[in-house]
């Protein structure tokens, strides 16, 4: 006997579906009428339910909600009213689970609710206490991923931002449709490095409609700047004042992350330092989780950009962090002096990696280029450090 939560609004549907549920003969008895989404949620919290039959257009039902449902283990099969087209694709969009016709057999909802994939949630949306619930196998898509290329580094500054930015726009410079995003959680400064307005909505506009539900790629495109220089470059500015964290859900970035390869083939992400779980928060609330974006990047990313500054400090920063990293990265050593030949002896002897590029310390050239709101690639085209960063851009397995 399954546990059906039934959340209906104000449907017309929810008391002959009930007295169908009721009878007994389809295997299945409603656990709660819930009066709305906060009342779902409570629900299945208390784990009154193991799926949930639900009005389609219920208000506040978005990718937020539907993620703690997840982590629940809550089957959600949706009833869509006759001609809500627009309910329709926002549910598409949500990845919500089956829909049905409000008016379909309470049979056919019942095969629904027992062979239907659950949401796919975040595994770092949110701290608690419960196993999220398995992802359903992605089914084929008609449009190719964008290529994601993380940019992550320890905490004190090793130069993300720099590099995010000098990979971006030479990847630009080599004909890729390139997306840089500023996603680091502790407050970003890409537009800042590229001189565009810092408070434009950027990357926590595009979270907060990926998690209504309502992003597409014109939506995301209105969101970004476009660099007027050759090559072109778009750019997705983050959040500046760190207490905005909580609007960087990963479940939404995620969803950004996939919207963006109507735009770019490629799609190079500044991440946030911080690689800790948030465990603390798991014990007896659901919680959003400050560090839960980062770590969705780098789960979603395809190349790993591992960035450590060549003084003692940096490496060792490094190489006590580089474990924490879901996977392998290729390391980048940044602010070399000379051949940097210590600072690759001690990568190698402590983390068996080898660089795939050593970028000069160039203090001067890199003020003059954020002085100037502009990239290497523009500010300094023959510069060592601009030919470094054109040479690691080259090395990259983005497709041609």
Do not use: K
Request: net charge negative; glycine share 10%; charged share 20%.
């Amino acid at each position: 006997m399954i546990d059906l939560l039934v959340a209906a609004g104000d449907a017309g549907w929810e008391p002959g579906l009930i007295a169908a549920f009721d009878r007994g003969d389809l295997g299945v008895r409603v656990a709660r009428r819930c009066l709305d989404v906060a009342d779902l949620l409570a629900a299945a919290s208390a784990g009154q339910g193991s799926a949930a039959v639900v009005d389609a257009g219920l208000r506040r039902l978005d990718r937020d909600a539907l993620a703690r449902l997840s982590a629940r283990g809550v089957t959600v099969v949706g009833l869509l009213r006759d001609g809500d087209a627009d309910t329709e694709q926002r549910w598409q969009r949500l990845e919500a689970g089956p829909l049905l016709p409000a008016g379909a057999d309470p049979g056919r909802i019942v095969a629904a609710v027992r062979s239907g994939p659950r949401p796919v949630a975040s595994r770092h949306d949110h701290a608690d206490p419960l196993p999220p619930a398995p992802a359903a196998p992605a089914g084929p898509s008609d449009r190719p991923a964008a290529h994601v290329v993380a940019v992550w580094g320890p905490t004190g500054a090793p130069g993300r931002t720099t590099v995010a930015v000098g990979v971006a726009a030479e990847l630009a410079v080599a004909g890729h449709r390139v997306l840089l995003v500023d996603a680091d959680p502790y407050g970003g400064c890409v537009a800042q490095v590229l001189g565009l307005q810092e408070e434009s909505p950027g990357l926590a506009a595009a979270a907060r409609a990926a998690t209504a539900g309502v992003l597409d790629a014109p939506g995301l495109g209105a969101l970004c700047r476009d660099l007027l220089t050759p090559a072109g470059l778009l750019v997705l500015p983050g959040i500046v004042r760190a207490e905005r964290w909580p609007e960087l859900r990963p479940s939404s970035v995620a969803a950004v992350l996939a919207t963006a390869a109507e735009l770019a083939d490629v799609v190079v992400v500044d991440t946030g330092f911080c690689l800790e779980l948030d465990e603390e928060l798991s014990f007896d609330t659901i919680a959003p989780r400050r560090n839960g974006a980062t770590l969705e990047v780098l789960d979603a990313a395809h190349t790993l950009l591992a960035v450590g500054s060549a003084d003692p400090v940096g490496l060792t920063r490094l190489v006590r962090a580089l474990p924490a990293l879901p996977r392998e990265p290729r390391v980048v050593l940044n602010r070399v002096r000379g051949r940097g030949r210590d600072a690759t002896e001690v990568l190698a002897v402590h983390t068996g990696l080898a660089p795939v590029a050593m970028l000069p310390l160039d203090p001067e050239t890199c003020e003059r280029a954020v002085g100037a709101g502009r990239s290497l690639a523009e500010c300094a085209p023959r510069s060592d450090l601009r030919r470094a960063m054109a040479r690691l851009a080259a090395r990259l397995p983005v497709r041609g």
